[in-house]
């Protein structure tokens, strides 16, 4: 699934710096004085193929693989002709379980052509590779190759029929599911009275949700008060291949806006590639932006005369980020370091997991996230300090065991993880 992506997790809101830095000797330096405050403000295998010698009653030999290898690894296949020419094909190794891609495409102007003639290059080359390895086959094999290619664009359009049909059942069940999250909504507002209202809604069920609260800050908690409503949907065929989330908020001090949209718009295939993602621009009130933070530094004139104010302003951790999206670097941008590559894919990935929970774990069962009762999947890979403490001191135990000899008494007591007695 491809919320199981990788993880960014976000701390706090920045340090600090201590300290005036030791005065050089020289002249003409300045004295200065750093008075530093923070403010709320933006923010922030293949598989190689050889000619071997066989039997000549069969047109091929094939090694079976044993146990953990693959065909390749066990020795291949190869034709019987000492005619026929070695070969190899690579092959792309798969994305890792629950992984999702990124169309790391060339755009216009970066490095490329406007009429991507760079990309027509790559496909041509792609093409005349595969065509060079069917011409290495024999002439009776090629034929049932190019057969079966063909049978497998047949098969390519059924794939594209069905997610197209899923993405129509997708749409008819959200339009049934509308008016139950419409009473939802009136119900926790307490527009439709069978109670009060909830308070804090959906601030406590993100609170609930592991992806979204390790994305949480203080100063966020004190703004999804003002959360009224999310919502999902899944994008008009027309617009494209996606889905859309939509925050309504209560009117408040921090921003103007009363809906925050963000957009996730997906390439149409068996995996899940994101090709980018779009999000509204919060009206932030005047010093209310918790998405930076302003530090302001006074700096004394070296002759003396007076001071002046320099302010700078730094991003900082914030959910509201969020509707800030990173963008999908350019693999050709030769600027572009392999950390900071790393770094981006980091955000890609931690903001498209965001957007999958919320989409198909908090909109549909926010109620259950709110009581505490729906479970993380994630918690599975993570383990409490305490829990892992207990499974070393019971490896330690089990090992103890094996050493000595055989006691009466029975062996270790019930009572669950942690039970037994004490001395």
């Not at 899923?166 to 926790?188: G, S």
């Given at each position: 699934s491809p919320q199981t992506a990788g993880r960014m997790g976000l701390g706090g809101m920045g340090k600090k710096k201590g300290g005036k830095p030791a005065p050089k000797e020289s002249d003409e330096d300045d004295d200065e004085e750093e008075e530093v405050e923070e403010v709320m403000s933006k923010g922030v295998a293949s598989m190689g193929v050889g000619g071997k010698g066989g039997s000549p009653a069969a047109p091929f030999n094939f090694q079976a693989a044993g146990k953990g290898t693959t065909p390749g690894q066990a020795g291949g296949f190869s034709f019987s002709s000492a005619a026929a020419p070695a070969f190899n094909f690579p092959q792309a190794a798969a994305p890792a379980d629950g992984a999702f891609q990124f169309n790391f495409s060339n755009t216009p102007g970066d490095g490329d052509d406007e009429d991507g003639d760079d990309d027509d290059d790559e496909?041509?080359?792609?093409?005349?590779?595969?065509?060079?390895?069917?011409?290495?086959?024999?002439?009776?094999?090629?034929?049932?190759v190019r057969a079966l290619d063909a049978l497998d664009e047949d098969v390519c359009k059924v794939e594209a029929d069905f997610r197209k049909e899923?993405?129509?059942?997708?749409?008819?069940?959200?339009?049934?599911?509308?008016?139950?999250?419409?009473?939802?909504?009136?119900?926790?507002?307490g527009a439709e009275k069978v109670g009060d209202g909830v308070p804090d809604f959906w601030l406590g069920a993100m609170r609930n949700c592991m992806v979204l609260a390790s994305n949480v800050t203080e100063k966020d908690e004190v703004i999804l008060k003002?959360?009224?409503?999310?919502?999902?949907?899944?994008?008009?065929?027309?617009?494209?291949?996606?889905?859309?989330?939509?925050?309504?908020?209560?009117?408040?001090?921090?921003?103007?806006?009363?809906?925050?949209?963000?957009t996730y718009l997906m390439a149409d295939g068996d995996e899940p590639v994101l090709e980018k993602s779009e999000g509204t621009e919060i009206v932030?009130?005047?010093?209310?932006?918790?998405?930076?933070?302003?530090?302001?530094?006074?700096?004394?004139?070296?002759?003396?005369?007076?001071?002046?104010?320099?302010?700078?302003?730094?991003?900082?951790?914030?959910?509201?980020?969020?509707?800030?999206?990173?963008?999908?670097?350019?693999?050709?941008?030769?600027?572009?370091?392999?950390?900071?590559l790393e770094h981006r894919q980091m955000e890609l990935e931690?903001?498209?997991?965001?957007?999958?929970?919320?989409?198909?774990?908090?909109?549909?069962?926010?109620?259950?996230?709110?009581?505490?009762?729906?479970?993380?999947?994630?918690?599975?890979?993570?383990?409490?300090?305490?829990?892992q403490e207990f499974d070393e001191d019971m490896d330690d135990e089990e090992d103890d065991e094996d050493d000595e000899p055989p006691r009466g008494g029975g062996g270790r007591g019930g009572g669950g993880r942690?039970?037994?007695?004490?001395g």
């Open positions: 496909e041509e080359d792609d093409t005349d590779h595969v065509e060079e390895f069917i011409a290495s086959l024999p002439e009776g094999v090629q034929e049932t899923m993405r129509a059942l997708e749409r008819k069940y959200e339009k049934l599911e509308k008016p139950l999250f419409a009473k939802r909504e009136k119900l926790v507002s003002s959360l009224t409503n999310i919502t999902s949907e899944t994008l008009p065929e027309e617009v494209g291949v996606g889905f859309k989330l939509e925050f309504t908020f209560k009117t408040n001090e921090f921003f103007t806006n009363t809906t925050l949209t963000k932030w009130a005047e010093g209310k932006n918790v998405t930076v933070k302003i530090k302001k530094k006074k700096q004394r004139n070296k002759n003396g005369k007076g001071t002046r104010t320099v302010t700078k302003v730094e991003p900082c951790e914030s959910f509201f980020n969020f509707f800030s999206p990173p963008t999908i670097p350019n693999m050709d941008d030769e600027g572009l370091e392999e950390e900071e931690s903001d498209y997991e965001m957007g999958v929970a919320i989409q198909e774990r908090l909109v549909p069962h926010a109620i259950k996230w709110f009581t505490g009762e729906a479970e993380d999947d994630e918690e599975e890979d993570y383990m409490d300090e305490e829990d942690g039970g037994g007695g004490g």
